[in-house]
């Protein structure tokens, strides 16, 4: 059964994220986002609370966090930057996430532990200059040779790119297949022919690292074909579902941590002789955040329970990630207004949580792919 209040210990999870991020994130958070910094010497930090290793379970060296406990963690440190949120969601949901799915155990306990640790930092590549949401239009290609397989082609837009230690990397094996002939493999930083390409410079969450991959005739030990053969595709759907419940507490973060800076703003600001917070127009946009955000929340909560239950949830992460984006972004432009000229600058930190939330709309699927994910389970045709 749901339980609408977080339990005792998730009260104290919270708690503990919340002050963590006060204590050691808000006051850098512009700065690295204005120098487009990656903040190295927070992951050891991170990794104390057991931020790194959320989902592994505690014999390899993780915290066996449910998804709900997730969820909390990334709405908690979203409130305060969107790339600290991000880079803990990806190294969790995506890199060592996949590991933890489909690894054999040579491989969960080659890798896991050290990921789980933050001793070395996950990233997942499924994404190409040519292929995005087209997840069979990849051209990667692996091929088998003897005990190996030759990898050549690149990746874009991933997360960790320039600072990752061990990479998960979807690549075609059996191109007439499309993207039902997709297969997973695990790399490491510093093999031959593998090498970062150019950083991206992006609208938002400047100070979370993401990199072009590319790969010439890089030879991958069979050891490290991660699950069967052309099932990456499969593994991929189930990893983006949970990441999904990931991109949308991120998402509610950013929005609660900008309603926050609203209503506090609309108290102390005055003018016309009284606080603005005093004029209608402006409770009504912080009312209607509340509202949505209060909304994403819910659907947040239904989907990591499923989760936690083992039932699928691609619907249900679906419908999380399109409506928490959206309300997200919409708490970030109200939050912009209600501060006037000064929320168009870097003074406030809404402006920078407005282009943080943009990814949410971006990232782990489009708002347009959400709603064909979610049309085709009411048509039946999921």
């Known amino acids: 059964m749901i339980d609408f209040e977080d339990s005792e210990s998730e009260k104290i999870l919270r708690q503990t ?7 050691e994130i808000a006051p850098h958070a512009r700065k690295w986002d204005e120098e487009e910094t990656f903040p190295a010497a927070l992951i050891p930090k991170l990794a104390e609370l057991g931020l790194m290793g959320m989902k592994a379970p505690e014999e390899l060296g993780g915290a066996g966090m449910s998804t709900q406990d997730v969820a909390i963690v990334i709405e908690e440190l979203a409130r305060v930057d969107g790339s600290v949120a991000l880079t803990v969601a990806a190294h969790n949901g995506l890199g060592t996430g996949h590991i933890l799915l489909a690894g054999n155990d040579a491989q969960k306990k080659k890798y896991v ?3 789980a640790t933050g001793k070395w930092l996950g ?3 499924l994404t ?9 239009g990849a051209k990667t290609r692996a091929v088998k040779q003897g005990d190996k397989w030759i990898l050549n082609g690149s990746k874009t837009f991933i997360t960790q790119g320039s600072v990752g230690d061990v990479y998960v990397i979807i690549a075609s094996t059996s191109p007439e297949k499309k993207q039902h002939g ?3 493999f695990i790399l490491e930083k510093g093999q031959k022919g593998f090498t970062v390409g150019k950083h991206i410079e992006k609208m938002g969450c400047h100070a979370s690292d993401t990199s072009e991959l590319n790969f010439a005739d890089v030879e991958v030990p069979e050891e490290n074909q991660l699950g069967e053969l052309d099932h990456g595709f499969i593994d991929t759907l189930q ?7 990931s ?3 991120m998402a509610l973060g950013l929005g609660l941590g900008a309603l926050e800076a609203a209503r506090n703003y609309a108290r102390e600001r005055k003018q016309f002789g009284r606080a603005i917070a005093d004029n209608q127009a402006i409770q009504f946009m912080l009312a209607d955040s509340a509202t949505e955000l209060e909304a994403a929340k819910l659907l947040i909560k239904r989907a990591a329970w499923l989760s936690d239950q083992g039932r699928r949830h691609t619907y249900e992460s679906s419908t999380a990630k399109l409506w928490a984006a959206q309300a997200g972004m919409r708490a970030c432009d109200r939050a912009i207004q209600i501060h006037g000229g000064y929320g168009y600058t870097r003074e406030f930190p809404v402006e920078r949580a407005l282009r943080d939330c943009k990814l949410c709309e971006i990232g782990e699927g489009t708002n347009e792919v959400q709603r064909m994910v979610i049309a085709r389970h009411l048509i039946g045709r999921a």
């Open 128 to 136: 190409e200059p040519s292929s995005g949401s087209d997840a069979a």
């Open 17 to 23: 994220v919340r002050d963590f991020a006060k204590k």
């Open 239 to 245: 990893i983006l579902d949970r990441g999904r419940i």
């Open 123 to 125: 990233a997942w590549g």
């Open 247 to 249: 991109i949308a507490s």
């Open 182 to 184: 997709l297969t997973a």
């Open 113 to 115: 532990p050290n990921l």
